[in-house]
């Protein structure tokens, strides 16, 4: 009996040492990783909505899709015809250009052998494919197609420093570039850099940047955001105040510099909202007049009361920025949802914008009501769509601070106002559709005639 206690006692203390040395191992990798950590999976409940719009199409940036087999292609091979590219531009003019090229080449590597180890602790996931070839490659790559893209739409740009004019153009010769020459491979690479499950750490791109850029165009920055193609992705510019705003200390990737962007500088108060807006149209028959807004921050949204005689004749007018939609806006939004719901620290401020759109859009006739004010503008096809697109935003998506929360509740404590009320109640009911006003003018008229003969016959 003793050794058989003695048999369970060290089973049970066997045991203990490696619980113990789980937890400790566990609690160790969260404590070194999760810190660093801002390059996701995007959660099943999201992708399972719309996988397309989180898997990239033709390019792999970084570990999470380099063994998928679909994209395992030509696009390899231009990934180092472009790095090759921006290497021989940095060594341009330089004695022995072979030797300089194979020198920057080399520290490229020995840099990024450096910064493998911090490169990992940005994913959350284990990442073993992830080594300096990869990083190499994929910066270089990125480098270079944001420097074309840079030189394409800003040929004659100075530099800060020395206002001088940027003498490197592309090839003199024309040579065929297999992304830029066609605009099916160039629009799908830029919203592959997009994805949030295609991204590599910044700071990796910012080393190889002053190592290969000579001289450097712009802030790395600056290039990024021409470069990831925002404007021609979601059909809106940013925001301009932004623009000359200051820098964030630090910026995860690409993705972050495009959010960052869209963030409002005095952002509204985020406040935990449940009460349902009215929808565009509901607001269109309470006499809500909706107005394009001219500034180019998508979150300057105005809800304003203009009633002159307030009790009897009440006029709203609410203000929203004009809305692009492309059919790649979708993919564009869902990733910078994606990215706010899964990394700590980082504002929802889209999530919050998708909401506002998701409470005003809820049919086809909310989108022709805002199409009419220039508010959206619809280059999906079919009303139906735009309205889906809102519709299935925020599906599986978490929302606790909300930031248009005083603008929501001054909408519906005017829906709720007697007069409106009976307003939008009579235009839906009898005005909303041609025989509903065909139907209605004839009951005007029978009432009319009624009333006419009653007087007719009582004066009589």
Not at 16 to 45: H, L, M, W
Not at 79 to 103: H, I, P, Q, W
Not at 192 to 199: T, V
Not at 232 to 253: D, Q
Request: hydrophobic share 40%; glycine share 4%; net charge negative.
């Amino acid at each position: 009996m003793s050794q058989q206690n003695d048999y369970c006692k060290q089973a049970v203390q066997s045991l203990t040492t490696t619980i113990d040395r789980k937890i400790s191992e566990g609690a160790q990798k969260i404590n070194e990783s999760f810190p660093s950590a801002c390059i996701y999976r995007v959660p099943e409940k999201l992708r399972k909505l719309k996988e397309s719009a989180y898997t990239p199409d033709i390019v792999s940036i970084g570990p999470l899709h380099s063994k998928d087999e679909h994209l395992k292609s030509l696009m390899q091979d231009i990934k180092m015809s472009y790095v090759n590219s921006l290497l021989c531009r940095t060594v341009d003019g330089s004695e022995g250009s072979e030797v300089a090229k194979f020198a920057v080449l080399e520290e490229c590597v020995e840099e990024m052998k450096l910064s493998v180890k911090d490169a990992k602790k940005c994913y959350t996931e284990e990442v073993d494919n992830l080594n300096e070839e990869m990083l190499v490659v994929d910066s270089c790559f990125i480098l270079e197609l944001l420097y074309r893209y840079y030189l394409l739409t800003h040929p004659k740009e100075k530099t800060n420093e020395e206002s001088n004019e940027i003498t490197q153009e592309m090839p003199k010769e024309k040579i065929i570039d297999p992304v830029f020459d066609s605009n099916l491979m160039s629009i799908t690479v830029q919203q592959d850099l997009l994805l949030l499950e295609n991204q590599l750490p910044f700071f990796a791109l910012e080393k190889l940047f002053h190592i290969t850029a000579n001289p450097p165009p712009v802030t790395l920055q600056n290039c990024c955001l021409p470069g990831a193609c925002v404007l021609s992705l979601s059909g809106n510019r940013m925001n301009s105040e932004n623009e000359g705003g200051a820098t964030p200390k630090k910026y995860y990737h690409i993705l972050h510099i495009v959010h960052d962007h869209y963030f409002p500088l005095d952002p509204p108060k985020g406040e935990y909202h449940r009460e349902l807006m009215p929808s565009a149209s509901y607001l269109d028959y309470a006499r809500v007049k909706f107005v394009a807004g001219t500034g180019k921050d998508l979150f300057k949204v105005k809800f304003t009361d203009q009633s002159c005689l307030e009790r009897c004749f009440p006029r709203a007018r609410f203000e929203i920025p004009t809305l692009s939609l492309y059919d790649s806006t979708e993919l564009f939004l869902r990733n910078l949802i994606a990215f706010e719901q899964c990394c700590p620290g980082v504002s929802c401020c889209v999530t919050s914008y998708a909401f506002l759109m998701d409470m005003l859009v809820r049919s086809a006739k909310d989108v022709e009501v805002l199409q009419m004010a220039g508010i959206i503008q619809n280059y999906m096809g079919a009303d139906q769509d735009a309205s889906n697109l809102f519709n299935k935003l925020c599906k599986e998506v978490v929302l606790e601070k909300f930031f248009f929360v005083e603008t929501c509740n001054q909408a519906i404590k005017y829906s709720k106002r007697y007069w409106p009320a009976t307003v939008a109640h009579v235009r839906r009911k009898y005005l909303a559709t041609r025989w509903a006003f065909i139907a209605f003018c004839v009951a005007i008229i029978a009432f009319d005639m009624s009333i006419t003969q009653f007087v007719h016959n009582f004066f009589k």
